[in-house]
């Protein structure tokens, strides 16, 4: 059994007392804030029949692991998600759903990993997936940015990028990998098939042999004077264009 996970802030924890309440082990919260914003939490909470805990703030800070915590933090069960990548993929190969996966390289700022799950979670992507050596992993931060999404999301961290980019274009999924240079655009690009979209960090961009194995480039187009944007805004443009391209006409 996976031990308990500590997640913190009124989004986060209140996304997962909403979706997953029977996995909340306990919620503790400042009992000197009296706002509206925290007693419509903790009536919420209550609602739900979780555990509640009063606590100072420098207790629920220990527990978070940081000071932006809100106020409210919570010990969580891990939820259940598919244990690989390969039985993500059956699983919506027999529900006849067109894969939408975002990849990540060199994304080492949990803040950015977190905002890239919350984007990929509103787009619809059906899981996020890293390099284990090149990549930050799920923590409290991650989670507190990602307002619920590092829950439902599936975040895969592989061992060899490459590899698993081949492997998924063997299941027939088209890898398109976003470059500054690349001569198409992304609204060229067909985005309705199964498709995983490559994003590196911010000033490197992808590692060569990403860049390499990918079966398309494309741009985002700048308009200003900046160069480029933050891989989360840029993950946000690309996916809901994919999101967008496969709406029903």
């Known amino acids: ?139 409290a931060t991650v989670a507190k940015v990602a307002s619920g999404a590092a829950d439902t999301v599936p975040y895969f961290m592989v061992t060899n990028l490459a590899r698993t980019l081949n492997e998924l274009k063997e299941r027939n999924i088209w890898c398109v990998g976003t470059s500054d240079d690349a001569s198409g655009t992304l609204y060229q690009c067909d985005l309705k098939r199964p498709l995983a979209l490559v994003l590196g960090a911010e000033g490197e961009g992808m590692r060569q042999l990403t860049r390499k194995t990918c079966d398309e480039l494309i741009s985002i187009p700048m308009a200003g004077a900046v160069e480029s944007l933050n891989v989360s805004v840029a993950s946000g443009v690309c996916l809901y264009e994919a999101m967008r391209q496969r709406q029903p006409t």
């Open 1 to 139: 059994m996976s031990s308990p996970k500590v997640i913190f802030g009124f989004h986060a924890v209140g996304v997962r007392i909403k979706t997953a309440p029977a996995s909340v082990l306990e919620v503790l919260f400042d009992a000197s804030r009296r706002d509206a914003r925290m007693k419509t939490f903790i009536a919420r909470a209550q609602e739900s029949g979780v555990r509640l805990v009063e606590a100072d703030a420098l207790r629920i800070a220990k527990l978070a692991g940081s000071h932006g915590h809100q106020g409210v933090a919570a010990r969580v069960s891990p939820m259940q998600q598919s244990h690989s990548i390969d039985e993500l993929l059956e699983g919506l190969e027999a529900a006849g759903t067109v894969p939408l996966l975002l990849v990540l390289d060199g994304v080492t700022d949990p803040h950015n990993l977190g905002a890239c799950l919350r984007v990929a979670d509103g787009a619809g992507a059906h899981a996020v997936i890293a390099p284990k050596d090149h990549a930050a992993g799920i923590n």
